[in-house]
């Protein structure tokens, strides 16, 4: 994988105590403590997915909200298109304020504003207001996820971050099948604006009590990092980033294939059953992950995973049948969640504490313009085309060598 990772991974294994970043006591609102004052790891853990899993409630209550208040089935899309795009546009900066604010004021100034344009949002009946309070609410957006993974090498010993990341990740997968079936309840109960109301609330709730789990520290600023320096300048930093680019092009191609497929095959009811299998797969290989831990070292893991998630990919070439292609996508799923679990690691070692938050943050704004560019790609594609592993690993070879660039 090259001396980027390599170099990353020897900090992984070396250098996590001082990553940790404790550094001084006092000095402002996350100032001061240690290891024996930190909240316990699943505390903080399962409220910062539970944070990460009602914005993403809030987001799919919003993608049927377009049609239900404006008449306009475009509306829906478009709004959609509009808060990804707002998200891409400021996550970084978020990612990088965690830091120099202190992650209990980014997150409740985010959660605030956000929270006033959900609000109006589901009261909003203008196309054209709908439009500009969904990019709003993308813009201000908390960065929940980003604060969460750079604050789990500050809650958990060097020898259980592995394990914390894969429980991350498979957490994430449990809020992606639980949060469709929360969603849909609601609307069935009041309607789209009722289930934005409810998520965008209980988001509320989630933020003031993940800010409750935010360790009282402050890291110091890491040796070398000139202030202002975005860690995109860290060669595995941009590495991970630009796999993380190919892959959720991956998805968002899959997002648009996997019901045409279904269609084209005159069974429309088989899509999201395809999309259960894809989820089951990336749960089980996270609970194996999280319970077996990480057994080589990190500079070797990672590539190991991303070579497993290519292999895994190619039967999805090859599926004719929707049973084929359950199969296919379940096979898939079983690497998703170790590789992202090993990628999130990564990162986090890489980036150093000051610069975690702004990293994950630069890895959800190519995320958001990756899935775009792939569910653009695959909507001219032929509707029985299987989803192809091309699509989900895109030139794997050239993006995971930083030399060339």
Do not use: K
């Not at 610069?355 to 190519?366: I, K, R």
């Amino acid at each position: 994988m090259g001396r980027a990772l390599g170099a990353a991974g020897a900090v992984a294994e070396t250098a996590h105590p001082r990553q940790r970043g404790l550094a001084r006591r006092g000095g402002g609102e996350d100032g001061g403590g240690d290891l024996g004052e930190l909240p316990p790891l699943r505390r903080a853990e399962a409220v910062g997915q539970l944070v990460e899993g009602l914005l993403s409630c809030a987001n799919d209550a919003a993608g049927g909200l377009g049609e239900h208040n404006t008449g306009d089935y475009a509306a829906a899309g478009t709004a959609a298109a509009a808060g990804a795009l707002g998200m891409a546009v400021t996550a970084p900066l978020w990612g990088r304020l965690l830091g120099a604010w202190g992650h209990r004021a980014v997150l409740g100034v985010t959660t605030m504003a956000c929270t006033a344009a959900q609000l109006a949002l589901a009261f909003t009946t203008d196309a054209r207001w709908f439009l500009a309070l969904a990019f709003v609410a993308g813009l201000t957006s908390p960065p929940a996820v980003s604060s969460g993974r750079a604050l789990l090498p500050a809650m958990v010993p060097a020898g259980g971050l592995s394990r914390a990341y894969a429980a991350n990740a498979l957490a994430q997968e449990l809020i992606y099948v639980a949060g469709p079936v929360w969603v849909a309840w609601w609307v069935a109960m009041g309607g789209p604006p009722a289930a934005l109301v409810a998520c965008a609330v209980l988001g509320v709730v989630a933020v003031v009590a993940m800010m409750a789990a935010v360790p009282r520290v402050r890291t110091r600023p890491s040796p070398g990092r000139r202030a202002g320096e975005t860690p995109l300048r860290r060669p595995a930093v941009r590495t991970v980033s630009l796999v993380h680019l190919s892959y959720m092009g991956g998805i968002g191609a899959m997002w648009v294939l996997l019901p045409a497929f279904a269609s084209a095959a005159d069974a429309p009811a088989a899509a999201p059953w395809l999309v259960t299998a894809w989820s089951l797969g990336s749960l089980v290989g996270g609970a194996v992950v999280t319970v077996r831990g990480r057994r080589a070292g990190l500079a070797a893991v990672y590539p190991r995973r991303l070579a497993l998630l290519a292999a895994s990919s190619l039967p999805l070439a090859l599926a004719g049948t929707t049973t084929q292609l359950a199969l296919a996508v379940l096979v898939f799923g079983l690497g998703l969640s170790p590789w992202l679990a090993a990628a999130d690691e990564l990162t986090a070692c890489a980036a150093a504490p000051s610069g975690a938050g702004e990293a994950y943050g630069w890895q959800v704004a190519v995320g958001q313009l990756g899935s775009a560019t792939g569910s653009a790609a695959a909507g001219p594609a032929p509707a029985r085309s299987a989803p192809l592993a091309g699509l989900v690993v895109a030139d794997v070879s050239d993006m995971t060598d930083p030399g060339r660039r």
